[in-house]
Structure formats: structure tokens, C-alpha cells
Nanobody, 122 residues
Framework: QVQLVESGGRLVQAGGSLRLSCAASERYPMGWFRQAPGNERKFVAAINWSGGRTEYADSVKGRFTISRDNAGNTVFLQMNSLKPEDTAVYYC???????????????????WGQGTQVTVSS
């Protein structure tokens, strides 16, 4: 069973930075999603198996960076210039099909972490 464990979420002031981590039991193409209260879960960023390709939602381009460590099993989401609208539970997800195309839809990911709360105060 694949295990994904997120960490790093906390309360931060607008304009601040946070780095989220997602430790996986195996190496997969990975994605980050977020879900605000009353809203659907939305794509944030994705990274391929090697770490050489990434994709971002328009709302976070230029502010967030997805990366993975050398071993490849931990994926990070560096979030800069945070805004109150970034407040959400952030989830990492694993693409167990190892597809070449980076996936941006929730149904395309097979495994999910438990989520970590990010709150940005104004």
C-alpha cells in the first residue's frame, strides 16, 4: 500500500512563505492539490518521475515551485508571496500509472495523503 504523508502546513501572514513536504513510500509522478472550505479540490502543481518537468495552475505560477529530493521519494511545494486565497487543505497525490503526461485532474491520481492545513492571514 502506497503511503503519502504531508507536512509543513501552518498559519502564515500574507506575503510570507511556506514549504510543504510529501514523503512517499515509493517514487511516482506526483501532484499537489488544495481544497478550501465549500470548494472542490483543485490542481496546484505536478512533477514527473525524474523531476525534470513540472506544471502549475495559473493561480500559483511564479509563486509556487514543486520539486523532489535526490532520492525522489519526497516532493516539496515551496510557496512564496502567499495570499489569503491560498488558504486551504493541501494534499499530495501519486500517479501510480507513471504516465508521461503530467496529470492535473483529481481522478487521474490513485493515491492521496491526509492533507495539511495552510492558513494565510491578511
Amino acid at each position: 500500500q502506497v503511503q503519502l504523508v504531508e507536512s509543513g502546513g501552518r498559519l502564515v501572514q500574507a506575503g510570507g512563505s511556506l514549504r510543504l513536504s510529501c514523503a512517499a513510500s515509493e517514487r511516482y509522478p506526483m501532484g499537489w492539490f488544495r481544497q478550501a472550505p465549500g470548494n472542490e479540490r483543485k490542481f496546484v502543481a505536478a512533477i514527473n518521475w525524474s523531476g525534470g518537468r513540472t506544471e502549475y495552475a495559473d493561480s500559483v505560477k511564479g509563486r509556487f515551485t514543486i520539486s523532489r529530493d535526490n532520492a525522489g521519494n519526497t516532493v516539496f511545494l515551496q510557496m512564496n508571496s502567499l495570499k489569503p486565497e491560498d488558504t486551504a487543505v493541501y494534499y499530495c497525490a501519486a500517479d501510480a500509472d507513471y504516465t508521461i503526461v503530467l496529470r492535473t485532474a483529481t481522478h487521474e491520481y490513485e493515491y492521496w495523503g491526509q492533507g495539511t492545513q495552510v492558513t494565510v492571514s491578511s
